[in-house]
């Protein structure tokens, strides 16, 4: 299992280099394949953004769940 | 599925599955809200000004996300690929409406804190959130149209609403598009009945 993991990643970290040997420019992965990656990175970020937010709420659950058990 | 090829956006035209749908989301659930505070103004029940703040709040969320993206998404389109200077995109008429909105609905929650009287906090704010949302029209659905602007439905970009324009947005994006204001709208509502449960347990006192 460890090796496996270690394996995908290797695989993983050595296409990194292999995209930008053949570009002078750097950070040009949001650019590449028709600017895909700016769609990813606003999905992620709405993603991001409600996961935070439900959290936050959950939080608050959680306090009245605790002062609602001291009430009783 | 398949969108159209265009330059300059590329593969991002998808954005328009959820940038513009946070937009959708935000003024569907101030709609919402504005209908709970007039619902509030006739009846007085504490419980129309619980859902009426908490579907504002829910609806800043999502005007938060559609900014947050519509920066992203202007940064590789507008600054980078179309060579705008910085100073024109902070020009932007678009930008500064929306900001102007969701400040106008940020005061909403200030005014709301500051009142320790509930049944005041209620009215003033209920009033308020009419003024907020009859705010929208300027700041971001007509004034964003009178001038230029680099946001499409502009003047430049020749025309209405670029979202629900039949001669601006391809068929096969509106194959995914409608259903996608409904699903992240729904979302949107989803939330809010959480919080609006949640403000009911806190307040059960008041309710009664």
């Known amino acids: ?72 | 599925m398949d969108v159209p090829r265009l330059f300059i956006l590329n593969e991002t035209i998808r954005n328009l599955y959820f940038h513009v749908c946070m937009w959708f989301a935000m003024m569907i659930l101030f709609i919402v809200s504005l209908v709970y505070s007039i619902k509030y103004l006739r009846t007085g029940s504490i419980q129309q000004d619980i859902s009426a703040s908490q579907f504002a709040a829910v609806g800043v969320l999502m005007g938060l996300l559609g900014y947050i993206t519509g920066a992203i998404w202007a940064n590789y389109t507008w600054v980078t690929d179309q060579g705008q200077s910085l100073a024109a995109v902070l020009k932007e008429p678009k930008l500064i409406g929306a900001a102007i909105a969701l400040l106008i609905y940020g005061a909403y929650f200030v005014l709301r804190g500051s009142f320790t009287d509930i049944d005041k906090r209620a009215r003033v704010s209920a009033v308020y959130n009419i003024f907020a949302f009859s705010m929208l029209f300027p700041s971001i659905w007509i004034i964003p149209r009178l001038v230029g602007s680099l946001h499409p439905g502009s003047p430049g970009s020749d025309s209405g609403n670029p979202a629900l324009n039949y001669n601006d947005i391809d068929s096969r994006l509106r194959l995914v598009f409608y259903p996608a204001i409904i699903g992240w709208t729904l979302l949107g509502v989803w939330i809010a009945t959480l919080r609006i449960r949640l403000n009911q347990i806190a307040d059960k006192e008041l309710i009664k």
């Open chain 1, 1 to 72: 299992m460890k090796q496996r993991i270690i394996i995908i990643l290797f695989a993983l970290l050595s296409t990194v280099p292999a995209l930008a040997q053949n570009q002078p420019e750097m950070a040009d992965i949001m650019r590449s394949n028709g600017k895909i990656y700016v769609v990813v990175a606003v999905c992620l970020t709405i993603l991001i953004g409600l996961f935070l937010y439900l959290i936050y709420l959950d939080t608050k659950i959680s306090k009245l769940e605790k002062q609602n058990n001291r009430n009783e």
